[in-house]
């Protein structure tokens, strides 16, 4: 090629194969989003933001793999699993669940770890420029208001999982966590508790403010005054719950059962206790929230509330791949909420107070 001759550009030299949908945004001076409106069909989209977006794909000679699938009705589904949670026991039910039902609808499934926002909007932008077709999002980022609000502008189906309010522009799974909570709580009244400490889980999950209400409506119930020292904060994490279990058990007058919202902080209260040379339960219950792999492997085995991790993450599969193919085949409905049940699991961690509680 001659010194006269013009260079064509990087992109246009790029094989088909290697041109992503970021590339198209970036030749039309658009967002990740935008283009995936474009190509999905979308009707929101401006007439000269099309024109656009259609002139960068026609110039990168870019095969648009999700119109191209959508057209067909058919194909590959590749679906994101966004995860940040500190819970390693939870963590290992709901991937179990999810990837046993991606296996079985032959469902690629694409996990990804983000620890902070930056992160959370990165790995987003980097599955939509991936062409995932739809997302699932369990706790914590269940409740990331600004994930749900780039899958909306992306118009992406996903499902949040275990969120105590979820948005109704996606679908969801949970259980109904104040109920739960209320049994839990109302089976420690029943055994003769009267001072029942309480273990909050993360400020930033919807369902933590629903456990603390089921807790207090079973205390009302129950003719136990409410008392604002037996309620300590956690964080969902272990080292959270042995906080928290120091300051339950240094109260003056401390309790005699302690009710935490998850089994990592359940199983933090029963190291505190051990340590001070407390028996559990004869002199301290300890009952926690899930029924993750933890719950059994601690001594005593705890008595929790069961929430179906696994059967919650396979529905939440079920879920996304049906919207998705709904949607292919031009259809597609108003998102889905599907509640599950809860069971109250009795092992050996709780019991009557001793003959020294309050």
């Known amino acids: 090629m001659s010194d006269a001759e013009p260079r064509k550009p990087k992109s246009a030299r790029?094989?088909?194969?290697?041109?992503?949908?970021?590339?198209?945004?970036?030749?039309?001076?658009?967002s990740l989003m935008t283009v995936s409106r474009v190509m999905n069909g979308k009707a929101n989209v401006r007439p000269?933001?099309?024109?656009?977006?259609?002139?960068?794909?026609?110039?990168?000679?870019?095969?648009?793999?999700?119109?191209?699938?959508?057209?067909?009705?058919?194909?590959?589904?590749?679906?994101?699993l966004l995860y940040s949670n500190p819970s390693a026991g939870y963590l290992n039910e709901f991937l179990v669940g999810s990837l046993d039902r991606a296996s079985r609808l032959n469902v690629q499934l694409v996990v990804h770890l983000c620890e902070t926002p930056e992160e959370r909007v990165a790995a987003i932008r980097r599955m939509i420029a991936s062409g995932i077709d739809g997302l699932i999002l369990p706790p914590p980022l269940c409740d990331a208001g600004e994930i749900h609000a780039m899958l909306e502008e992306a118009d992406l189906p996903g499902v949040v999982v275990a969120s105590g309010q979820p948005p109704l522009s996606l679908a969801s799974v949970n259980i109904d966590d104040r109920a739960a909570a209320r049994a839990m709580t109302r089976h420690l009244a029943a055994l003769g508790h009267r001072r029942i400490g309480f273990i909050e889980g993360s400020p930033d999950q919807t369902a933590s403010a629903?456990?603390?209400?089921?807790?207090?409506?079973?205390?009302?119930?129950?003719?136990?005054?409410?008392?604002?020292?037996?309620?300590?904060?956690?964080?969902?994490?272990?080292?959270?719950?042995?906080?928290?279990?120091?300051?339950?058990m240094d109260l003056p007058a401390a309790p005699s059962a302690i009710f935490a919202s998850n089994d990592d902080m359940a199983a933090a209260a029963v190291s505190v206790a051990h340590r001070r040379g407390l028996d559990v339960p004869r002199d301290l219950s300890v009952v926690g929230f899930d029924d993750a792999p933890q719950a059994t492997t601690i001594w005593p085995e705890l008595t929790t509330i069961r929430q179906p991790i696994a059967d919650m993450s396979r529905e939440a599969v079920e879920l996304l791949v049906s919207d998705i193919r709904a949607r292919r085949e031009g259809g597609g409905a108003a998102p889905l909420h599907k509640q599950m049940g809860f069971e109250v699991i009795r092992r050996e961690s709780d019991g009557p107070p001793g003959k020294n509680a309050p």
């Open 48 to 80: 000269e933001t099309r024109d656009l977006v259609d002139a960068a794909i026609k110039a990168l000679n870019y095969a648009p793999s999700i119109a191209a699938r959508n057209l067909a009705g058919a194909g590959e589904i590749r679906i994101g």
């Open 14 to 30: 790029r094989s088909r194969a290697g041109i992503t949908i970021a590339d198209v945004a970036q030749h039309a001076g658009v």
């Open 210 to 248: 629903l456990r603390r209400r089921g807790y207090l409506d079973a205390l009302e119930e129950a003719g136990l005054a409410a008392d604002d020292d037996l309620v300590v904060p956690g964080l969902f994490t272990y080292r959270s719950g042995l906080d928290a279990a120091r300051r339950l």
